[in-house]
């Protein structure tokens, strides 16, 4: 399953809101009518974080600034109120077809 | 807590071998799958497989069958990947991810950075 993430860098200012795609060559939709999408944080040097899984549930401790929302095979992520703490690389994830397949990930920065 | 430690990284030459290793604590390690994830220097996020921590038994993403193993050691609650007969292009850091189904990825060690040189 190809996954396409776009844009591949996204320039924001500190407090805006930021809005990542990720859309799937295939429907995302386990046959428990669940859908597995998922969105991770990479800092510089760091391992990966898990924001989202599900497309809308976040882990615990992430801020409710960060919200996914789509269906089938159209998703996105938008962050509310960019932080200095939330720059990175975003990367989505399909699992429920095998192989997992990464979106090839959006890096956050400063305009 | 939950953790998953990575050993440390390794400096290899082309034809060596190297094995990583991830040790969980802070809960039943045979429980949650474990899988594996490659990123090539300023590059990407690509599964690379997992194993069945419960049963041993493996499964390999396309590109990662044949020089790649993934192991257990059960009774120390740690994961193993080795990779044989190294290539410059299997330079990357290697993370292990803990699986559960519905959530995906909750926990990553922190990378384990392999280097190909001669």
């Known amino acids: 399953v190809l996954v396409t993430q776009t844009p591949s860098s996204l320039p924001v200012s500190l407090g805006d809101q930021a809005s990542i795609s990720c859309k799937s060559s295939k429907s995302l939709v386990h046959n428990n009518g669940i859908t597995y999408l998922a969105w991770f944080l990479q800092k510089p040097g760091q391992l990966p974080q898990s924001l989202i899984h599900t497309v809308s549930n976040r882990f615990s401790g992430v801020p409710d600034r960060f919200s996914g929302s789509g269906s089938v095979s159209d998703f996105t992520l938008k962050i509310s109120r960019v932080e200095p703490e939330d720059l990175g690389v975003y990367y989505c994830l399909q699992y429920v077809h095998y192989p997992l397949t990464f979106g090839s990930g959006t890096k956050l920065e400063i305009k | 807590q939950i953790q998953l430690v990575q050993s440390g990284p390794e400096l290899k030459k082309p034809g060596e071998s190297v094995k990583i290793s991830c040790k969980a604590s802070g809960y039943t390690f045979t429980d949650y799958a474990m899988h594996w994830v490659k990123q090539a220097p300023g590059k990407g996020l690509k599964w690379m497989g997992w194993?069945?921590?419960?049963?041993?038994?493996?499964t390999y993403a396309d590109d990662f069958k044949g020089r790649f193993v993934f192991s257990l050691e059960a009774s120390a609650s740690t994961a193993n990947l080795q990779i044989s007969n190294l290539k410059n292009e299997d330079t990357a850091t290697y993370f292990c991810a803990r699986w559960r189904v519905y959530y995906g990825f909750a926990y990553w060690g922190q990378g384990t950075l392999v280097t190909v040189s001669s």
């Open positions: 194993i069945n921590t419960y049963t041993g038994k493996p």
